[in-house]
């Protein structure tokens, strides 16, 4: 006999046949098919929620209460419209389920409780899949995208789990997944879930659908911007204020800046930036992963690129033209600085006054220089106004931190004397209701101290320094103040002469050029202003700035490296200069103690590629070396 849908208890004859028992009311069971709000959520991760909270629902269940609890026993059953079951076990693994349209009847939940009807036992939901948006994870709303496999893995009941760094909802991190999940470096997914120790158990990988769509660039392709419209490959998306971006570079991508480094991430980006990264740069290997909002003419919410490796189509030097260039014995006057006396000893001051101490006084009254503990309270018209009371505040007499004549009033009082202060707030005061006006503070004296500086001996060089005499002292910060003066006059000089050879060339200079050294301007620009928590859209907005004029303020800059670039580029291969592997090592020593890395772990990840950038720079280095040998210094 058909059995109606509904909860059963089973027995099992000795024949192996299944008796089925329908459970009555004493289980508390009961069933809703209301419908529920637009995306509206059914299941949240520690109160189950029935669609609609609907009356008929609180009179079936006999009770008023509309949230019934679960715990980490409640045992989840889920049937999708294509007969899928999925089973869940307590209620931090259980999914959420969005509704997709208001009216529908999408889902139905029937229930058994324990005795108490405190909390449900077990749940049974039956999903109507056509009118359900999603049956998305405890972190459905996450995306991870896996950068780079580490050489982790840890096993936690009986299954084992492999560390990632990741990038979990645009922030880089790290992740243990279980390794059975079928999702690898370079690629995006959602639906995460993850157990009670913080490991991922679970994430659907990206694919096309409705709202997801993923480019591959298993063929050459580009990503451009025009207007409001980035065309991924040969994908269109409108572009908004909204949109996020990130962009992640892969070892093998000659967009890679740090050539030691696995991978580079470009994070919370606009469409303008992504495209001005990829100016002129053709895609080989990669993929693209976008979220999409279908009902509105494909608008971009949420854009992942990755590129794995690529080529820049256009070559920066061949279609610039030199038609003449002198750069032997150009005249460029040489500057020699000297250092005065007076600038030695201001130097030693410097180090002096970073030795010195302060001492309380209370022999004296408040004299110029002194550091005075006081207690304030300003009035206007009798009035006191807000941040215009202290105690126990420090002020350092004429250092003129205080309304003007604030100071100067105060030399003379003794510890513990109290009097008036009459001051006029500047007409610029940044508080606008104070600005102009005349006040009274109210101040007492409660203690003082005075700065004494060390004596200006022997004892004081041998206490900061390696020398035994002052003399001995003062003669070494002399040859160090003359170093860096010669080192700015050198700087100087080779500015001066690289300027005057590019005053010598006759370039012309494709725009394109100009263009992409503007946009790596910008690129740096954003990345400083990223680290401040700024994005560039805001910035140009406070500005009062649009992309237009903020980068025409970038222009003369960037035709000057432009042109810098090819003129130097030109000598190079005029004199060809030769490069040993000893230059080249010492040029990777350089870089490595620049980034605190040592040489042995930067050469072990270097390749030959790698090197060819190195040996580049030591040929830039030897061509500006060149000229400033042969220019005639006046």
């Known amino acids: 006999m058909e059995k109606a849908k509904g909860w059963y208890t089973y027995a099992v004859s000795d024949k192996g046949q299944y008796i089925l028992t329908r459970a009555d009311y004493n289980y508390d069971h009961a069933t809703t098919t209301d419908s529920g709000e637009d995306n509206a959520q059914i299941i949240t991760n520690d109160v189950v929620k029935f669609l609609g909270q609907s009356t008929a629902f609180a009179d079936n269940f006999k009770t008023d209460r509309k949230d019934l609890k679960a715990n980490a026993d409640t045992l989840f059953l889920i049937r999708e419209s294509d007969g899928t079951v999925s089973v869940y076990t307590g209620i931090a693994n259980v999914p959420t389920i969005k509704t997709k349209d208001v009216g529908a009847t999408d889902v139905t939940v029937s229930l058994i409780t324990n005795k108490a009807g405190t909390y449900a036992t077990k749940v049974f939901v039956d999903i109507d899949k056509d009118k359900v948006v999603d049956i998305l994870g405890a972190n459905a709303g996450d995306w991870m995208f ?43 997914g959602y639906n995460i879930k993850e157990n009670s120790k913080g490991y991922v158990t679970n994430v659907t990988k990206f694919e096309n659908s409705d709202t997801y769509e993923v480019e591959d660039f298993t063929t050459n392709k580009t990503i451009t911007k025009s207007g409001k419209t980035l065309s991924v490959g040969d994908v269109d998306y409108i572009l908004t204020d909204d949109t996020v971006i990130n962009l992640i570079v892969g070892d093998d991508c000659s967009l890679l800046k740090d050539k030691s480094a696995s991978y580079e991430t470009y994070l919370k980006i606009t469409g303008s930036t992504l495209a001005s990264i990829l100016y002129k740069y053709e895609i080989t290997t990669g993929k693209a992963f976008a979220v999409v909002d279908k009902k509105d003419s494909d608008t971009l919410k949420t854009l992942y690129v990755y590129v794995a490796a690529g080529k820049d189509i256009e070559a920066p030097s061949n279609d610039a033209s030199i038609t003449s ?88 009082m003794t510890i513990g004397e109290a009097k008036d202060l009459n001051v006029t707030f500047p007409t610029e005061y940044h508080a606008k209701e104070l600005a102009g006006k005349e006040a009274v503070f109210h101040v007492k004296v409660n203690g003082i ?45 080779t500015n001066a002469v690289i300027g005057k050879v590019m005053e010598n060339a006759t370039v012309e200079i494709p725009e394109a050029m100009i263009e992409r050294q503007i946009d790596s301007m910008i690129r740096n620009f954003e990345a400083r202003l990223a680290q401040q928590g700024l994005k560039l859209a805001d910035f140009m907005k406070y500005t009062g700035q649009d992309e237009k004029s903020f980068r025409g303020q970038y222009r003369d800059q960037a035709e000057k490296s432009v042109r810098a670039n090819l003129v130097l580029e030109a000598i190079e291969n005029v004199e060809n200069f030769e490069v040993s592997d000893e230059e080249i090592d010492a040029e990777i020593e350089k870089f490595a103690k620049q980034i605190g890395q040592s040489v042995e772990e930067l050469k072990k990840n270097l390749t030959e590629g790698d090197r060819e950038y190195f040996k580049a720079d030591v040929i830039r280095d030897k061509a500006v070396k060149f000229l400033c040998d042969n220019a005639k210094a006046e």
């Open 449 to 493: 101290t005075e700065t004494q500086l060390p004596a200006l001996d022997d004892d004081f060089a041998k206490d900061i320094s390696e020398f035994d005499t002052l003399d001995a002292y003062k003669a070494d910060v002399r040859a160090k103040l003359e170093a860096q003066a010669a080192e700015r006059d050198n700087n100087v000089f």
């Open 146 to 188: 896996l950068l780079k496999s580490t050489d982790n893995t840890t096993y936690v009941d009986g299954s084992s789990y492999k560390q990632y760094k990741v990038l979990f909802e645009g922030e880089e991190t790290t992740k243990y997944i279980e390794s059975t999940i079928g999702i690898a470096v370079g690629e995006l």
């Open 325 to 412: 260039i002198k750069f032997k014995g150009v005249e460029v006057k040489r500057e020699h600085t000297l250092v005065t006396e007076d600038e030695v000893n201001a130097e030693i001051e410097k180090e002096r006054n970073k030795q010195a101490a302060e001492v309380a006084v209370d022999d004296r009254p408040v004299a110029e220089g002194d550091t005075v503990n006081l207690d304030y309270s300003g009035s206007v018209d009798g009035v006191k106004f807000a941040g215009g009371t202290a105690e126990a505040q420090t002020l350092k007499i004429s250092s003129h931190t205080f309304i003007p004549g604030f100071e100067e009033q105060m030399v003379g």
